[in-house]
């Protein structure tokens, strides 16, 4: 199994670009997520999935789509972004319901000039 | 609203002592806690889950604690090694749709040889 994966790895936008963060899995986990980490401030829930066609906002959904089409796949979609969003973006997934423990990806590490 | 706080920021211990990291949470109506390990400019590993009805978990060299009514969890790590140096982060899960995990900012750890 590849587990969670995450393309690209580093990007580098300027202020109102768009662009879409790719996450897949390959474990068959009903739910996904993505976070961010800044620095002082831990990781942040983003967006989040129970299921293809089911999303949900997080905590920091402000500026960011999300759909889920495949059970695989999760994308994250900035619409326009903007220098706050320089952050390092990861995706987790787990089986949904029980004590499941969360996998997450390599991440990908946005800067926005 | 659920806070985790670790302590300390940044230890560094010399190679063969037993270490304890600290992870403490504000509200103890928590699923499960989960400790990872992340090193530089990587993704999160997860090394234990421990279920709200859980008092303890154990992985090799690996012991974490769970104390829900005073809101703390340890994360013992015995006869530390090099190889052991990375930052561990806490998380606590809340129930609900959003199975959100609630971070703490890490204790970065330096094992010297």
């Known amino acids: 199994n590849a587990g969670v994966t995450q393309t690209p790895k580093f990007q580098v936008l300027k202020t109102g670009q768009s662009m879409t963060l790719q996450c897949a899995q390959d474990m068959n986990h009903e739910y996904m997520s993505w976070y961010r980490q800044d620095p002082g401030m831990g990781l942040r829930l983003i967006h989040y999935?129970?299921?293809?066609?089911?999303?949900d906002q997080g905590e920091v959904p402000n500026g960011y789509n999300v759909s889920r089409s495949t059970t695989e796949d999760f994308p994250l979609r900035l619409l326009s972004a903007a220098p706050s969003q320089t952050s390092v973006y990861f995706c987790?997934?787990?089986?949904?319901?029980?004590?499941?423990?969360?996998?997450f990806g390599p991440g990908t590490r946005l800067t926005v000039l | 609203k659920q806070e985790v706080t670790q302590i300390p920021a940044a230890l560094s211990v010399p190679e063969g002592e037993n270490l304890v990291l600290n992870c403490s949470f504000t509200d103890s109506a928590i699923y499960n806690l989960q400790w990872f390990r992340q090193d530089p400019g990587k993704g999160l590993t997860s090394l234990l889950l421990?279920?709200?009805?859980?008092r303890e978990q154990t992985s090799g060299r690996l012991n974490a604690s769970l104390d829900k009514s005073s809101g703390r969890s340890t994360l013992y790590i015995a006869a530390s090694q090099p190889g052991d140096s990375a930052t561990y982060l806490c998380?606590?899960?809340?129930?609900?749709?959003?199975?959100?995990?609630?971070f703490g900012s890490g204790t970065q750890l330096t094992v010297l040889p």
């Open positions: 987790a997934s787990r089986f949904s319901g029980g004590y499941n423990e969360q996998f």
């Open positions: 998380a606590v899960e809340v129930g609900g749709s959003a199975r959100q995990l609630t």
């Open positions: 999935s129970v299921g293809a066609g089911i999303t």
């Open positions: 421990i279920q709200s009805s859980q």
